[in-house]
């Protein structure tokens, strides 16, 4: 109830995608403990790994405004979110929400491993990229998200031929 004192406890290391039961009790050192607690169960969520991001390269000077991003395939995923922004600071209040590509999140829903954008970026601008793996669990449908894997990249000065880096083969 809301006058009794609640005690949280993490359980760390455990296993992903695995069935867990737990129960406790109270105990002043014995033989002054209580009786155990009903048994709760749960399972663990799945975790998928963090995709690399391979184009553009960290750094990446002069990049094209219409830019090309790629990255590795993560086995178990699903889809993709790709975040794009001139702020390296990604919250939504800095522009991060859904679907058009600067300020903005893009899910990629098929299992490709890249993305070309439609959007014209503005010249002689550093931009931020982040993308992760989202795959769905079979059984709980639960989502499993990677962490998001970074990169930047400053786009060429207006006075500069454009450079275009050709997609990567996978």
């Keep these: ?14 296993d992903d995608d695995t069935d867990y039961e737990v129960r406790m009790r109270v105990s002043n050192g014995e033989p002054l403990s209580s009786r155990w607690s009903e048994i ?4 663990t969520l799945e975790t998928i790994a963090v ?3 391979s184009v553009p390269s960290m750094g990446l000077q002069n990049a094209s405004t219409l830019p090309h991003f790629a990255w ?3 086995s178990n995923a699903e889809h ?6 001139t702020s390296p600071i990604y919250t939504e209040a800095d522009g ?3 679907l ?11 299992p490709t491993v890249a993305y070309t954008s439609t959007e014209t970026l503005a010249y002689d601008t550093a931009y931020y990229v982040i993308v992760r793996a989202v795959s ?5 449908g639960d989502e499993a998200i990677s962490d998001w894997a970074f990169a930047s990249f400053t786009t060429q000065d207006e006075d500069l031929p454009a450079v275009v880096i050709p997609p990567q083969p996978t």
Excluded: A, M, R
């Design 1 to 14: 109830t809301e006058d009794e004192d609640e005690e949280e406890y993490d359980i760390e290391d455990l």
């Design 40 to 43: 709760v169960s749960f399972t």
């Design 51 to 53: 995709p690399t991001i």
């Design 72 to 74: 590795t395939e993560v």
């Design 80 to 85: 993709y979110e790709l975040q794009i922004s």
């Design 96 to 98: 991060f929400g859904t």
């Design 100 to 110: 058009t590509l600067v300020g903005s999140e893009v899910s990629i829903e098929e």
């Design 136 to 140: 769905t669990d079979s059984e709980s």
